[in-house]
């Protein structure tokens, strides 16, 4: 199941929402809006390495800082080049601002992983210098 | 004769060959349009000019800073198991083939990871992990013939995704080199910047990766195979959508269409029963009279229906230690025969697990008899699922025969996979005149055109694990609005000379000797 909703929508106000409807992100009290939570890598949703099956970001649409458009319809996986999610999701805003997302939203009663599959991994590693190089010039060119 | 300028002293170390059988076993890819070339006569028209392989970083540095000094095109090269013209050199690019960088570097089994060089074969590395007690959970059908590497830069799938995701979901960092000829890593990260997303599917053309951090996970004590029968294919996908819906993960579920679950229950690949059989014969005869008239032969298999074709077939494979497999099995037996689904036992799920990866051989015979074949995978949210699955086999319908299986199902949408054969169609004018080969061609790029028309109609997604290469390049900006500006942005930023795989995902603006366009050609008898 998804939802699309507009960025400006408060966090809180979509859990509200959703729970009319019997359904959730599964996200606790955040206060955010939802793209502010999708530009900070949406904390407190449900680890993406935990059920490899799912995904919470199904589509979006969002507005580059040089003021292009970008829009990628909801699909549940694509392998259409690279994928331009990366360029809000978890960005802070460094390349542009979200419009709307589409997010995958669960039942109540169903369990969204019935099995979490367990990873020792440093999940937000320091940005390395040749990582920040190459983000300053991506935005750099994308303003361009 | 290749006309590749001579490499400087300081690469003389290198292994490289501008021989002429290297450059023909380099010219391309297992894109299918590349088989009529072939057989139309046109052997290896798009050689490149040398062929290099490295064995290890350092000189994957030295042959990209060579390539930006001199402005020469770099094509990374895994197994070329590719299917959309992701390799396709032109006349003065370099090959990198990266199949010596094929080490293992370290199995962390606290987490568990593996760090693996890009040019490791697939089969070879799969069966090392697994005499370590793991499984990366990764088999593409291609996974004989394709590398770590590969896998990353299409942006691969394999048969068990459905409990251990796509090659994205497994990719914790990357090495690469760049177009500046820099080593970068790069991590993904759950809540920060990464520049993981932008390099899987980047498909060679942002940086040339060399090795990859990967999850594993621990390799499975057993697995739970069952098969069900659905009156009709939306029955069973609806069915596929609640099991995923309700949390559980078969690593495989596959429904094929009645045609398709038909030719599954009847056997996988026949083997020749004499020498030769292989050539065209009377039954290849046969079936390019019938394929010249596709719409009658879809409409023809359609009235057959399910009471002569049989039902729809689901293929489900659980797999983990035995008691997470069979209680997962149980409930989804459970579910299933809720919905009304007949319970077909193990044996057709073991069958197919079998000869899981032979469908990729079937191929060879059916060009050897004149006609043409080849697949397409799209996706979609479950919503649109129908209009995708009617639109895409309307679509091809009027030009090829088509039938259909759904694999690689989510919580939120699934992925069609359509296989299609076709011959040299009826009333394709100057293609017709041409010869039986030009109209075969005129005839593959009008389904082509018309399929990839009708996936993005129907808000479905031209590529689920394939990749774009430049056979679907054209269509890249309709699937994304504002992708193809971003993607020069990106390109831009990691290759500045842009001599990284040059007219990959997006199409050169500039004329290439090679490029076959299907956006600008025209429809043949304008039926398309």
Redesign the interface.
Known sequence: MLCEVSADTPLAELEAFLGTQGCSLGVGAIEATVGQWIAEGAPGARDPFADPADHLLAGLRGVLHGGRTVEIRPCPRRAAGPDFAGLFFGQWKRFGDLTSVWLRIAALDAPATRRPMPLAWERNAKLNAGEQKLLGAIERELRK | MSNARPLPPSLSHLRTSTAEPDRVAYARDLWPRHHLSVRAGRVANHRPARIVWPASTAEVVEIVRYARDTGTPLVPFGAGSGVCAGVLPTHDAIVLDLKRLDRIRHIET????VDVEAGHMGVPFEEKLEREGFTLGHFPSSILCSTVGGWIA????GQC??????I???V?SLECV?GEG??????????????????????GT?AVITAAKL?L?PKPRVRAFAAYHFASTEKGWDAMRRL??????PAVARLYDPFDAMLARQGSVKRAKSKGEVAPGLGGGVLRTLLKSPGVFNGLIDGLGTHLLGPAQLVLVFE?DQL?AAT?AAEARRMLEAEGAEYAGEGPAQKWFLHRYSVSYRQAPVFAAGLFSDTIEV???W?KLGDLYNGVRAALGQHVFVMAHLS????????IYFSFAGSAQRGRGAAEDAGWDAACEATYDAAWRAALRAADAA??????????GRS?APR?RE?????V??????K???DPAGILNPGA?VPEPKPDPYAISLASAPAPGGAS
Do not use: N
Request: glycine fraction near 16%.
């Open positions: 606290g987490g568990p990871w299409a942006r691969s799938a995704s459905g409990r251990y995701g796509k994205e979901d497994m914790l760049t820099e080593v970068l890593e790069a991590s993904a990260r759950t809540s920060g910047p990464s520049l993981v997303p932008f390099l899987v599917g980047s498909e942002l999850r996970q995923f819906q309700a949390g559980l993960r983990g997470e997962d996706a979609t949210t919503e690689h199902a989510y919580p939120d949408g699934c992925c808000g479905g997604t031209i590529a689920h694990h394939h990749g774009v679907k890249l699937e994304i609005a504002g992708g500006e971003a993607f020069a942005a990106l831009r930023a990691f995902l």
